[in-house]
């Protein structure tokens, strides 16, 4: 048995670690050189966290073999939310090929929601316990499978089972958008971690995340108006069947680069060099008989598999994933149903639908660059006025100047599908809501993520379930309640639902950090 006790390693980041606001000291200028920190190639900021001398630590990868790493997961990250959007725009010819309403198709959409929410729990769970190279290798392997079947069913029952399965498998990349946090000293950093955010937290310095994780998270921002978007060109000329052939090629090139350049990230740093577990076959890593091995370093199964339960009893997340739920619920509703809208309000066909999905792509993409500001400024005028902190508390301000977007978005599109207004009118409104979406996720995970950073991989999956459950749910009733109460009152419910969960915000940002201290802290046995 190998005693684990504070490493060197350790021993110099804890002279780097502000325990009390969990901020780090980035700037090398302002480190003892007697404290003998490894710090970066231009020597302007210190390395977090503390490379160990071994050369399989994967932070001590070469730069090449680490942007190859970020490429494949970004891509398959891109996966999950581009294959479920898909069936947004293909249920309209499978309607009428399978002689049912696209309502009633719509709910093989729901499953595929449901279990994007539901996989991220499990990955995160499973990485804890087995390492991330197997769950990242097994999990495309029946992505993959699950997406040929999509494409080849021939009937909705096979259809629907694809399609749930496959919600379950193809989540491995997935997580949460990216939270930008600002040290007192100005520099920026980015943490966040859920099946491909957990390798990147692996591989890459503190200094490294903004940058990275930027680029990790452009795929996702785009991928669930994008599948839609080129799916309602293809079902143009092509039958419903391409758009998931497509998905399943890309999704076999994702596999293709998980075998040939993946290796196991998860390093413990907390073990000396001498006594980590001997790396013998990369291929018995990807399939997990190397880490099956060493599985008495790691988390043992229940521990694994609790963890999550752990961090949804802490009173703060919680709280924020019950917002959550009722706050991206609509996002996810009106991405799936909106074509069933305004098909036959605006006599739109399949390439005009996909034309309409250039509006939640653009503001999206307005929300990131704005919010990346937006929250950088927040933090930035909140650490001068307290005293160079930053509590997590911080975070939440945001939130109040996004919910108005949020509100507008949704009661204009009510008036637009209730009153007929323009669609370029519908394009601004779901804009709208969009770009307010995009700032409050931010948020409110930056939030979680500052109160427990050590259960990172944990408070992203919970909040991804949160943002997929809601979904799911409303995507089941959405069409049928505004057909029996009509946009504008459906819409004007949903406005409402939004502003009265707000509410909650105030409430963390008011008690959150007294409800933090009077639960305690996570005690896991690895992070």
């Excluded at 998905?247 to 073990?271: N, S």
């Amino acid at each position: 048995m190998i005693d684990i006790e504070k490493s060197e390693v350790q021993q110099s980041e804890a002279c780097i670690t502000t325990e009390d606001t969990h901020g780090y000291l980035l700037d090398a200028a302002r480190t003892d050189a007697g404290q003998g920190l490894k710090l970066s190639h231009d020597e302007n900021h210190v390395l977090i966290p503390q490379p160990s001398s071994d050369p399989h630590d994967p932070l001590n990868w070469s730069q090449s073999k680490k942007n190859l790493v970020l490429l494949i997961i970004s891509a398959t990250a891109f996966l999950a939310d581009y294959g479920s959007a898909t069936g947004a725009v293909t249920l309209i010819p499978q309607a009428m090929l399978w002689h049912m309403s696209e309502d009633e198709v719509n709910h093989s959409q729901v499953g595929n929601l449901f279990m994007l929410g539901g996989g991220g729990v499990i990955v995160v769970a499973l990485a804890a316990y087995c390492g991330r190279l197997p769950v990242f290798f097994w999990f495309a392997v029946f992505a993959f499978a699950t997406a040929a079947w999509c494409a080849g069913a021939s009937s909705f029952d096979s259809f629907f089972a694809a399609r749930v399965l496959n919600g379950l498998f193809s989540t491995v990349s997935q997580g949460v958008r990216e939270l930008y946090i600002t040290s007192g000293d100005g520099d920026k950093k980015l943490t966040s971690s859920q099946g491909g955010l957990m390798l990147i937290k692996d591989i890459f310095f503190l200094h490294e995340h903004a940058r990275k994780i930027n680029q990790w998270s452009a795929f996702i921002t785009v991928s669930p108006y994008l599948g839609p978007l080129l799916a309602a060109f293809m079902i143009t000329k092509l039958s419903w069947h391409w758009p998931f052939w497509i998905y399943t090629i890309e999704t076999g090139l994702c596999l293709i680069g998980i075998v040939l350049f993946l290796d196991e990230t998860y390093y413990d740093r907390r073990i000396s060099v001498e006594d980590q577990p001997t790396r013998q076959s990369r291929w018995l890593r990807m399939v997990g008989t190397e880490q099956y091995r060493s599985r008495h370093l790691r988390n043992t199964f229940l521990q694994a598999m609790a963890r999550p339960l752990k961090v949804i009893l802490k009173p703060t997340v919680f709280i924020s994933t019950i917002y959550f739920l009722f706050t991206f619920a609509w996002v996810v509703g009106i991405n799936t149903t909106l074509s069933i809208f305004i098909g036959p309000l605006y006599n739109f066909g399949p390439k005009q639908i996909g034309f309409l999905y250039f509006a939640p792509i653009i503001a999206a993409l307005l929300g990131e660059l704005i919010g990346h500001w937006l929250h950088d400024r927040i933090a930035t005028i909140y650490i001068h006025r307290n005293g160079g902190i930053l509590d997590p508390e911080a975070r939440l301000i945001a939130i109040y100047i996004s919910t108005p977007f949020m509100l507008a978005g949704l009661v204009l599109i009510g008036f637009c599908l209730q009153n007929g207004y323009h669609y370029m009118v519908t394009a601004v409104a779901w804009g709208l809501y969009v770009f307010g979406i995009m700032i409050t996720t931010v948020a409110l995970n930056a939030y979680n993520l500052e109160s427990y950073p050590e259960a990172s991989g944990e408070v992203a999956a919970w909040i991804n379930f949160a943002r997929t459950t809601g979904g799911f749910v409303v995507s089941y009733f959405q069409v049928r309640w505004a057909v029996a109460m009509g946009p504008r009152r459906s819409f004007g419910v949903q406005a409402g639902v939004t502003a009265a969960v707000f509410f909650l915000v105030v409430l963390l940002h008011v008690f959150g950090k007294r409800l933090r201290s009077w639960s305690g802290p996570l005690e896991f046995k690895t992070n």
